[in-house]
C-alpha cells in the first residue's frame, strides 16, 4: 500500500489538517492516511497546559470518522521518550516492509529540515511531500527541494495545500477569546471541546 503519514501535535486537529490528506489521497493516489500525533515533541514545548494526549488523540478520532481511508496511529503518542521522525519512520520501514511511506510535512518545515535530527536517515524511508500555499511558496519550495533531492538523494516532491487559512494555534487563541471558529474544525470536535472545556486557559 501506499501510505501517507501526518504527524503533529494535533491540538487540535482543523480542517486544514484534512483538507491536506484528502489532496494527498487525490494528487498521489495513496491508499491511507496515518495520523501520528506525537505525545513528546521534540520541537515544541508542552502545546497547551490543560489538553491532554488522550484529549488530542480523541479529537482526531472523531474528526477522522467516517473516513475509512484515514487511520489513527499511536505508535508516538504512546512513548514515554522524545520520538524523532527518522527513527519512527525506519520503524514503519521495517515492521511494514511491503508499503511505501509518503511523509506529509508543511513547506515551512521543509526550510528547516535541516534543523532535525538525522535528516539523511528520514530520507532515506520515505518520499517527502511538501505542502505549498502560492505561487510564489511553490517557488520558494521548489528551489529547496531540488536542492535536498541533490544533496541527500531524496525524493521530496511538491503538494498543493488547500486554501484553508487556519492553524492549530489560532484556533486556541479565538477560543481563549471566545470567538467563532465554525468553519475551522469539524463540528464534533467542536462539541468535544465545549463538552471537556478545552482551551479556556493556558498558552
Not at 47 to 57: A, F
Not at 124 to 138: G, I, P, S, W, Y
Amino acid at each position: 500500500m501506499k501510505i501517507g503519514i501526518m504527524g503533529g501535535t494535533f491540538n487540535p486537529i482543523h480542517n486544514a489538517h484534512l483538507a491536506l490528506a484528502y489532496q494527498a489521497l487525490k494528487d498521489y493516489k495513496l491508499d491511507k492516511i496515518w495520523f501520528l500525533p506525537n505525545g513528546n515533541p521534540p520541537h515544541k514545548e508542552n502545546p497547551s497546559q490543560d489538553v491532554t494526549t488522550e484529549q488530542r488523540i480523541e479529537m482526531i478520532k472523531l474528526a477522522i470518522a467516517g473516513e475509512v481511508r484515514f487511520e489513527l496511529c499511536l505508535y508516538e503518542a504512546k512513548r514515554e521518550k522524545v520520538s524523532y521522525s527518522y527513527e519512527t519512520m525506519e520503524t514503519f520501514c521495517s515492521m511494514y516492509p511491503q508499503d511505501q511511506f509518503f511523509f506529509i510535512i508543511g513547506g515551512d518545515s521543509l526550510t528547516a529540515l535541516e534543523t532535525w535530527r538525522n535528516p539523511s536517515r528520514l530520507l532515506k524511508t520515505c518520499t517527502m511531500l511538501a505542502a505549498c500555499r502560492d505561487e510564489v511558496d511553490n517557488l520558494q519550495i521548489q528551489e529547496e527541494a531540488k536542492r535536498l533531492n541533490a544533496l541527500y538523494f531524496a525524493d521530496i516532491r511538491l503538494l498543493r495545500a488547500p486554501s484553508i487559512n487556519v492553524s492549530s494555534s489560532g484556533i486556541r487563541k479565538l477560543l481563549r477569546e471566545n470567538q467563532k471558529v465554525t468553519g475551522l474544525i469539524p463540528e464534533s470536535v467542536l462539541q468535544y471541546i465545549k463538552a471537556e472545556q478545552l482551551y479556556q486557559r493556558g498558552i
